[in-house]
Antibody, heavy 117, light 107 residues
Framework: QVQLQESGPGLVKPSETLSLTCTVS??????????WSWFRQPPGKRLEYIGYIYNSGTMYCNPPLKSRVTISVDTSKNQFSLKLSSVTAADTAVYYC?????????WGQGTLVTVSS | EIVLTQSPATLSLSPGERATLSCRAS??????LAWYQQKPGQAPRILIYDTSNRATGIPARFSGSGSGTDFTLTISSLEPEDFAVYYCQQRAAWPLTFGPGTKVDIK
């Protein structure tokens, strides 16, 4: 049973870069069959898709975020990561990492990131 | 992007009653529609994928139907643990998008 766990700072200053890591256990990020994804949920709002990395290299980002997002994978640590640059208060949210396969998404527990000075 | 709307926004019911939740897409998503349950402070939990397929471990009282642009999640008899927020999500086109949610609360 795959498990995912997000980690990273809970507080980021405006204009800085948000960096989160997702550690995967019970499965391999090297597997070419899965989309390793990031989502977020601002307080009281609906879920928003950020993007994915697939097959250790192919990346997709939601167009409104595309210029600020980088998703990468570290196969040696069985992790994948999210970087979101030039953050503002609007980026305050619970961030989730997830694995997608055939329509079934397995989620991490989520981590709250607050953007504030 | 494909916009999903859900109705009603809130559904007030008693344990044992039947819940019917709706999701409508701005364009056809074929059968690529999923339903999630989310409780406060928890990650979403997938219930149904591709319209009508129950995810592993999901009780039979949860069922999904529909196609194209109109979909329904039915909970046949509400259990106390079913009171939560339910989201629909489409995977027919990138980016994946979610509906605004339906809150099922205790009457």
């Amino acid at each position: 049973q795959v498990q995912l766990q997000e980690s990273g700072p809970g507080l980021v200053k405006p204009s800085e870069t948000l960096s989160l890591t997702c550690t995967v256990s019970g499965g391999s990020v090297s597997s070419g069959s899965y989309y390793w994804s990031w989502f977020r949920q601002p307080p009281g709002k609906r879920l928003e898709y950020i993007g994915y990395i697939y097959n250790s290299g192919t990346m997709y980002c939601n167009p409104p975020l595309k210029s600020r997002v980088t998703i990468s994978v570290d196969t040696s640590k069985n992790q994948f990561s999210l970087k979101l640059s030039s953050v503002t208060a609007a980026d305050t949210a619970v961030y989730y990492c997830a694995r997608d396969y055939g329509g079934v998404t397995t989620w991490g527990q989520g981590t709250l990131v607050t953007v504030s000075s | 992007e494909i916009v999903l709307t859900q109705s009603p926004a809130t559904l007030s019911l008693s344990p044992g009653e039947r819940a019917t939740l709706s999701c409508r897409a701005s364009q056809s998503v074929s059968s690529y529609l999923a339903w999630y349950q989310q409780k406060p402070g928890q990650a979403p939990r997938i219930l149904i994928y591709d319209t009508s397929n129950r995810a592993t471990g999901i009780p039979a009282r949860f069922s999904g139907s529909g196609s194209g642009t109109d979909f329904t999640l039915t909970i046949s008899s509400l259990e106390p643990e079913d009171f939560a927020v339910y989201y629909c999500q489409q995977r027919a086109a990138w980016p994946l998008t979610f509906g605004p949610g339906t809150k099922v609360d205790i009457k």
